[in-house]
C-alpha cells in the first residue's frame, strides 16, 4: 500500500482521504486506535465462525476503525528508478496488521476489499517494480505456504487455515516501523488487467512477490489468470492450479464443449446421401410407369 497523490485521492463511504496533517505527511491516516480494542489472537479467535466474505468484511472494519498497531502508521520512503527518472514513494512498513504492537494478526484481504481500504486511507495497491523496491530496502522473510497435500475441499479459504497461518509465518528481525517484505504475496497493479477484461469479460486478479531465500528471487511470478475472489496461501511450486494447468482446462473446457467432428467417410455419405435418395426415386418412378 502507497501513499497516492494528492490529484488521485477521492473520497469514499467511511473513508478518512485527506486526514493526514499536512505538517506530518509520513502518518498513514488510521484512526486512533480504542482502548478497549481486542488483541489480534481474540480478534482472530472472534472470527471463528464466520464464512471468508464475513471475515473480509470483520477485518477491513477492523482496519478502516483504527484497530492497527503503531507499527503500521508511519510511510517508509522507497526510491525506486524506472527509465532514467527516480521517485521516492511512501509505503506502508507492513503488510496490514490488526491489534497492538504486542498483538497482532496479519489481514490478508481479498483484492477488491484491499482496494476499498486503499481508496479509504487515499493510498493506491502496489504495482510489480514497487514490490521489487520494497523487497530490495525492506528486511525480508521467506514465504510459508499453507497447501497440504491432505487438505479438505476449501482449506486455503478457510479460518483454520487463516489461523495455522499466523503461527508459521516467520516475521523478519527487525525493529517496530522497519520495512519488513516478502513473508505474503501482493495484489497488484498491472495495465495487462485491462487487456484481460477486455479478451475474456470477467475481472481478474493480479498477483506477485514473496520471497525465496533459497533461491533469492520472487516466489510468484506475476500472473493474472485467478477469478478476482482468488485466495492464494502457498508458494507456487505447490500442486496447485497454477497458470499453464489453468489454460490446460480452459482448453480442454472449450474442446470438450464442441460438439465431435464427423470422421471424413461420414461427411462424405452424408454429402452424398440426397444425390442416392434422388436416383432412387427416379428408378421406383419408373419401374411404376413401365
Keep these: 500500500m502507497i501513499r497516492a497523490p494528492r490529484e488521485h485521492q477521492r473520497k469514499v463511504p467511511g473513508g478518512t482521504v485527506g486526514a ?101 486511507l487515499g493510498c493506491v495497491v502496489p504495482t510489480r517494480p514497487l514490490v521489487d523496491a520494497v523487497l530490495a530496502a525492506g528486511a525480508k522473510a521467506p514465504l510459508v505456504g499453507m497447501w497440504r497435500k491432505d487438505a479438505p475441499d476449501g482449506w486455503l479459504e478457510s479460518w483454520r487455515c487463516h489461523r495455522d497461518h499466523q503461527a508459521r509465518i516467520q516475521r523478519p528481525a527487525a525493529p517496530a516501523g522497519a520495512l519488513v517484505a516478502g513473508y505474503l504475496k501482493d495484489v497488484v497493479l498491472t495495465p495487462s488487467l485491462q487487456k484481460k477484461v477486455a479478451r475474456n469479460r470477467r475481472w481478474p486478479v493480479a498477483i506477485y512477490g514473496a520471497w525465496d531465500a533459497s533461491k533469492g528471487k520472487v516466489v510468484q511470478g506475476l500472473v493474472r489468470d485467478h477469478a478476482i475472489d482468488y485466495v492464494d496461501l502457498q508458494p507456487r511450486d505447490a500442486p496447485r492450479v497454477g497458470r499453464h494447468d489453468a489454460r490446460r482446462r480452459r482448453a480442454l473446457g472449450r474442446r470438450r464443449a464442441r460438439r465431435p467432428r464427423p470422421r471424413r467417410s461420414a461427411l462424405r455419405r452424408r454429402r452424398h446421401r440426397p444425390r442416392a435418395l434422388r436416383a432412387r426415386e427416379v428408378a421406383a418412378r419408373r419401374a411404376v410407369a413401365a
Design 20 to 120: 493526514v496533517p499536512p505538517a506530518d505527511p509520513m502518518t498513514i491516516p488510521f484512526p486512533e486506535r480504542r482502548a478497549d480494542a481486542p488483541g489480534g489472537a481474540a480478534f482472530l479467535a472472534s472470527l471463528a465462525d464466520m464464512k471468508l466474505s464475513a471475515r473480509q468484511e470483520a477485518m477491513a472494519a477492523a482496519l478502516l476503525a483504527g484497530d492497527v498497531p503503531a507499527r503500521l502508521r508511519r510511510f517508509v520512503e522507497v526510491t525506486l528508478t524506472r527509465r532514467g527518472h527516480t521517485a521516492a514513494l511512501r509505503v506502508a512498513p507492513d503488510f496490514l496488521l490488526i491489534g497492538s504492537d504486542e498483538d497482532f494478526v496479519t489481514a490478508p484481504l481479498r483484492a477488491l476489499v484491499a482496494q476499498r481500504v486503499a481508496d479509504a
